[in-house]
């Protein structure tokens, strides 16, 4: 009974910090994890330090090193699918990339600490379209650990078209936190103008404003099933 009060206990300690901002408990004592409270830091270009270049699998089983994103914007995010932070954020980091991918901004997901099969349902589920590395190990994290502690999940890291670090997000991020480290970048490399994207949430109310209101029968007939007057 001793035993299970206290696996129950840590269970609660564990949702408690995943959502408050403090300790995530996923398992030993190697497994703890720091939720952020979303602080962000934007380097002047002359206080960029270059990132660490790096290498791995998607979770599509695609090769991606950093290189290959050499000359345009990367927002590098890192996530796991427990992490309840990471969910939340989700759906910000999905409408900054659709509306960035025209001005050079590429994004790529680092999933660690997590099981390849709970990840790639969170990306099929979630229908996330920019690709993720699975990196079990932490090991990128770990190469970052100058800038963002390697344990904070999830965080954001911006890197310019120099192959430097910009600006850090440590926990989750906003969309109007994420867009204005992003203006900036985008501007200075002189990738087009980011007040004329296409802005998502406009884009969908227009779309429920346009809708068209079902055709409704006359009083006193019933339309037939495909439409057609019997």
Sequence with gaps: MTRLAAAAAAAV????????????????????FISGDGSATAFPADERVDAPDF?????????????????????????A????????????????????TDLGVDFLGVNIKDDDTAARAYLETKGVEYPSLYDQPGEVP????????????????????????????????????LTELLNPIVVEYD??????????????AEAQESGEPEESAEPGESPSPDGDDA
């Design 191 to 204: 990738l087009g103008d980011p007040e004329e994207r296409p802005r998502v949430a406009e884009q969908e």
């Design 13 to 32: 300690l564990a949702l408690t910090g995943c959502a408050g901002g403090n300790e995530i408990e996923t398992g030993g004592e190697d497994d703890r």
């Design 55 to 79: 290498s791995g699998t998607t979770l599509d089983g695609d090769t991606i090193g950093l290189s290959d994103y050499a000359g345009g914007i990367v927002v590098l995010n890192v996530w």
């Design 142 to 177: 770990q190469a970052f650990r100058g800038t963002v502690p390697p344990r904070a999940i999830p965080s954001t890291l911006i890197i310019d078209p120099d192959g430097r670090i910009a600006a850090r997000v440590i926990g989750p991020t906003t969309y109007g936190q």
């Design 81 to 100: 699918s427990w992490c309840g932070p990471c969910r939340t954020e989700q759906p910000v980091l999905d409408e900054v990339y659709t509306e960035y």
